[in-house]
């Protein structure tokens, strides 16, 4: 573990290989300065803390950008200590939570805050897809953003940018272009859609071995309690994962329904876990499980989607009702494990995102 420190007007603590960042700002945003945080943090090999009040949310952006640095986001009370609000677990210091692994559980159960029920949830779509794209042909980024917003939210996305807020107007040729200017370093940016249904999403482009790889995430305002579009929640995950499909070359998609807030964005506070929609198994993947399409469809149920000389596969899995979980479950069963491994290695980010609800899930 490093005992480099960093100077920085955010950094309030620090200690052989963490820095901490202390705030009782009611959003905390992946502004400026907490970006430059993060960044530098993360450049001196150290993992960052955000240390925030009981009532504070934090924004989807710096949520995906602190999980990208392998920080943690912890809570101080008022008079009852500190929490780790992934887990929930209570922590006798803020750099304690670094040392939680996904799943731990305390031993006397989660701190009091953490089991505090929202005041108002809406429904809404997560969804993560990883596309590669050949630089030997025109690469135009941004695509799958654009058709998440398009079709969750009926327009294209309204702003982007590195940092937020986000003031930029959608512009794809201008993220590619200034995305092509700082290659090969990686480039996250985020956009949003102001609409009756918002949207925010995060994109991070890699340069690989490959060409480019984007991985693309979104959470999508789709229904209030009772609203009679969340019946039709499933149908539209898998609307966008088969737009998805047509914007590159896919990799691996995973939608899920979940419950979050009007703002969508995070509370310190136990959420619901969420529930599998539906699977997106590029070309690669498919070639990688050694299963031709048209058995994708007879056996598992599966669409082709995507281009029809190399397609791919879309998986329903379940409803907001429940039996995602047993479908992935079966779905993946039926698949060799060995090949199922070398599927998920390729796309690890959103590997990660489908294995991470289901260590939380029933």
Do not use: N
């Not at 009981?54 to 949520?63: D, G, Y």
């Not at 692994?101 to 429904?123: E, T």
């Not at 060409?211 to 789709?222: F, N, P």
Request: aromatic letters at 4%.
């Amino acid at each position: 573990m490093t005992d480099t420190t960093i100077e920085h007007p955010l950094r309030d603590a620090g200690g052989p290989g963490w820095a901490a960042t202390e705030t009782r700002a009611e959003v905390v945003a992946l502004a400026v300065g907490m970006s430059d945080f993060l960044h530098r943090a993360a450049t001196a090999g150290l993992r960052p803390v955000v240390v925030t009040g009981e009532h504070s949310r934090m924004t989807q952006p710096l949520s995906d950008a602190l999980a990208a640095v392998r920080g943690a986001w912890v809570v101080r009370t008022e008079g009852d200590g500190l929490y780790d609000v992934r887990t929930g677990v209570r922590v006798a210091a803020a750099q304690d939570a670094l040392a939680l692994r996904p799943g731990a559980v305390a031993a006397h159960g989660p701190h009091p805050s953490f089991l505090r029920g929202a005041i108002l949830s809406r429904m809404q779509v997560v969804a993560t897809v990883s596309t590669r794209h050949r630089v030997t042909r025109p690469v135009r980024l941004g695509g799958v953003a654009e058709a998440a917003s398009e079709v969750f939210a009926g327009s294209a996305p309204t702003a982007w940018g590195p940092t937020e807020p986000l003031v930029a107007p959608w512009d794809r040729d201008d993220i590619t272009e200034r995305t092509r200017r700082r290659m090969p370093d990686d480039t996250r940016f985020a956009a949003v859609t102001a609409a009756e249904h918002p949207l925010i999403g995060t994109v991070q482009v890699a340069r690989t071995a490959e060409g480019l790889e984007e991985t693309t995430r979104v959470w999508a305002d789709v229904a209030g309690p009772g609203e009679a579009r969340g019946a039709a929640i499933a149908a539209e995950a898998r609307g966008f994962l088969s737009r998805a499909a047509g914007v590159g070359m896919p990799l691996l998609g995973v939608a899920f329904a979940a419950l979050g807030s009007p703002d969508l964005a995070r509370r310190c506070t136990v959420v619901s876990p969420p529930e599998p929609l539906a699977l997106l198994i590029g070309p690669p993947g498919v070639r990688a499980l050694g299963l031709e399409p048209k058995r994708w469809a007879d056996e598992l149920g599966a669409a082709l989607v995507g281009s029809p000389r190399l397609p791919g596969v879309l998986v329903p899995l379940g409803e907001t009702a429940g039996g995602g979980w047993q479908r992935l479950a079966d779905v993946l069963g039926a698949l060799d494990t060995g090949r199922v491994a070398e599927l998920l290695a390729i796309a690890p980010e959103v590997s990660a995102q489908l294995r991470a609800p289901q260590e939380e899930g029933p």
